[in-house]
T-cell receptor
Framework: DTGVSQNPRHKITKRGQNVTFRCDPI?????LYWYRQTLGQGPEFLTY????????KSRLLSDRFSAERPKGSFSTLEIQRTEQGDSAMYLC???????????FGNGTRLTVT | QKEVEQDPGPLSVPEGAIVSLNCTYS??????FMWYRQYSRKGPELLMY????GNKEDGRFTAQVDKSSKYISLFIRDSQPSDSATYLC????????????FGAGTRLFVKA
């Protein structure tokens, strides 16, 4: 399977804990995106990378969120001091470049108790 | 006002019906228009990708874009129970960043 891979699929954590998610994009794609999706809503943009450079961050991305893409390959999204409002599906997508369509993974579902 | 408006439904149709799904948008800088299908607990799957105004057909699916009205549509012919899913419209362009903006999604149920 050469699609976008995300791990873990589901994460349950207690409020205040830190969590980290991983995304492996399609290998020839140089753009990598993180989105968040809550029940009944469409995906909301969080941030994106062109190779290893983080080019844009949404105002939704508070100081508790940090994303990296070392060496322009896989990416990690870390949430520090999780809050119940962080419970959502975190989706990763990759694309070839400007205005190329996004290809999504199956997401990591975060539940904060 | 959201940049992209989409009726969340749910929309329930009998098997074999023609389904019409629609979105409106406010930013005239959008030039690329997409439709994604999302099954429960899965990521969105790209169905259609079009540039500017016009029609595009792929099997039972037809996408239409009317930039003058800022209105896009997806038609599904001969709908099947396996088409039951949430359909997300999405769009991008030179809006000061090339991120893709999504509608809220329309839940579709096709009854056998």
């Amino acid at each position: 399977d050469t699609g976008v891979s995300q791990n873990p699929r589901h994460k349950i954590t207690k409020r205040g804990q830190n969590v980290t998610f991983r995304c492996d994009p399609i290998s020839e794609h140089n753009r990598l995106y993180w989105y968040r999706q809550t029940l009944g809503q469409g995906p909301e943009f969080l941030t994106y990378f062109q190779n290893e450079a983080q080019l844009e961050k949404s105002r939704l991305l508070s100081d508790r969120f940090s994303a990296e893409r070392p060496k322009g390959s896989f990416s990690t999204l870390e949430i520090q001091r999780t809050e119940q409002g962080d419970s959502a599906m975190y989706l990763c997508a990759s694309s070839l470049g400007d205005n190329s369509p996004l290809h999504f993974g199956n997401g990591t579902r975060l539940t904060v108790t | 006002q959201k940049e992209v408006e989409q009726d969340p439904g749910p929309l329930s149709v009998p098997e074999g019906a023609i389904v019409s799904l629609n979105c409106t948008y406010s930013n005239s800088a959008f030039q690329y228009f997409m439709w994604y299908r999302q099954y429960s607990r899965k990521g969105p799957e790209l169905l259609m990708y079009t540039y500017s105004s016009g029609n595009k057909e792929d099997g039972r699916f037809t996408a239409q874009v009317d930039k003058s009205s800022k209105y896009i549509s997806l038609f599904i012919r001969d709908s099947q129970p396996s088409d039951s899913a949430t359909y997300l419209c999405a769009m991008s362009g030179n809006t000061g960043g090339f991120k893709t903006i999504f509608g809220a999604g329309t839940r579709l149920f096709v009854k056998a």
